[in-house]
């Protein structure tokens, strides 16, 4: 029994097709239908059944797929113990956010993948919120608040941002002096998202409201510059804007609380080495950040 074929079914069964898992381990669908299919064979059972929509697992796949798993994730173990010292190899998947990956994180990664010739990297920049689980991620790097998850998330380097506002906007609608007063103005936001400030030492709440919404930070800076509302958004995003005038700070008595990058992964005991390593790149990337101002550049 091939190992390429166990983890390539588990990502089949993970991803609930073969399209999109082929998209996955970057191989052609005919390759991973070989792979099932010369499995399939091995076993002498049928662990999926194919649909136009998809692929869902039998009564036997659904069981020997979690026994698969667990043996693919040994054998990685494995690899990673017999491999010299500090070396990588395998498959390593990230979600990165699109406001921020491609300057600021990518080329943590391409360095990683420069120090680890046998370690493939597939990195997703979007803002979306992805599910690592069903979607097959190893981790994500986050920025902003941590909601309440299963997740296992580790800070690597603060973030810093405020309310910002085109001064075209202010002198139409006013200013929010209180936290209560941004209700009653446009926000631009990325769903529905509750916007939090400091009052002091105490953390004050607010459900915003707003007919323009993006799940992009560039998106929402944009909609910011043309005066449709206000937006919180990094320090990074806004600094320039803020500098030339065409943004400026609303409510400053009543910062955000402080922010920050994370890398995220599915639960589990330990984390592998790959992640672990990735994660103490990016944290040694943030440190100057870290010991100035707080704001990642």
Known sequence: MEIDDLETFVEVADAGGVSPAARRLGLSKSIVSRRLFRLEAELGVQ?????????????????????????????????????PAGDLRGRLRVAAPLSFGPTHFAPVLAEMARRHPQLHIHTCY???????????????????????????????????????????????????ATPDDVVAHEALMQGTEAWQFMDGDKIVT???????????????????????????????????????????PVMTDYPPPPAGAYIVRPPGQHPARKIRILTEMLIEHCEPVRKSVGVIR
């Open 47 to 83: 662990l999926l059944v194919r649909t136009t929509r998809g692929a869902a697992l039998t009564e036997a796949g659904a069981t020997f797929r979690d026994h698969a798993a667990r043996v693919c994730a040994e054998i990685d173990s494995a690899r990673e113990m017999i491999l």
């Open 126 to 176: 979007t803002d979306r919120f992805v599910d690592l689980i069903s979607e097959g991620y190893d981790c994500a790097i986050r920025v902003g608040y941590i909601q309440d998850s299963d997740l296992i998330a580790r800070r690597i380097g603060p973030i810093s941002g405020k309310l910002v506002a085109s001064p075209g906007y202010i002198a139409a609608r006013g200013t929010p």
């Open 206 to 248: 607010v459900r915003p409201r707003g007919r323009f919404k993006a799940d992009n930070g560039t998106a929402l800076l944009a909609a910011a510059v043309s005066g449709l509302g206000i937006a919180w958004l990094p320090d990074d995003l806004t600094q320039d804007h803020l500098a030339s005038g065409t943004l400026v």
